[in-house]
Nanobody, 126 residues
Framework: QLQLVESGGGLVQPGESLRLSCAAS????????IGWFRQAPGKEREGVSC????????DYADSAKGRFTISKDNTKKAVFLQMDRLKPEDTGVYYC???????????????????WGQGTQVTISS
């Protein structure tokens, strides 16, 4: 059973940082690109960032560029999202997802991922 488990969420103040982790059980990162998505209250789920199978390609939503950094550790079967200078509008449930991707040097922030985690709550509030 493929499983993705997010952790690292919490309540922080604006300007602070959080590092989210996505542990991938039985998901072969060599075959899957990984994406981070979030859903704010009352809003649709949106893509935040993704990383290719090779790790050579990453992509970010405009709202995340310059503040968030995605990375992966294949030996630990984990993907990370470092979030700096957090804003109240970053509040939401953050999900990681895995997508079977043919091109090992590409990733996509579309919604058609194959496997999803349960999410971790991130709240930015003073």
């Amino acid at each position: 059973q493929l499983q993705l488990v997010e952790s690292g969420g919490g309540l922080v103040q604006p300007g602070e940082s959080l590092r989210l982790s996505c542990a991938a059980s039985f998901v072969v990162l060599d075959y899957h690109s990984i994406g981070w998505f979030r859903q704010a209250p009352g809003k649709e789920r949106e893509g935040v960032s993704c990383i290719s199978r090779s790790g050579s390609h990453t992509d970010y939503a405009d709202s995340a560029k310059g503040r968030f950094t995605i990375s992966k550790d294949n030996t630990k079967k984990a993907v990370f999202l470092q979030m700096d200078r957090l804003k109240p509008e970053d509040t939401g449930v953050y999900y990681c997802a895995a997508k079977i991707t043919g091109d090992r040097n590409m990733c996509y922030m579309t919604q058609d991922y194959d496997y999803w985690g349960q999410g971790t709550q991130v709240t930015i509030s003073s």
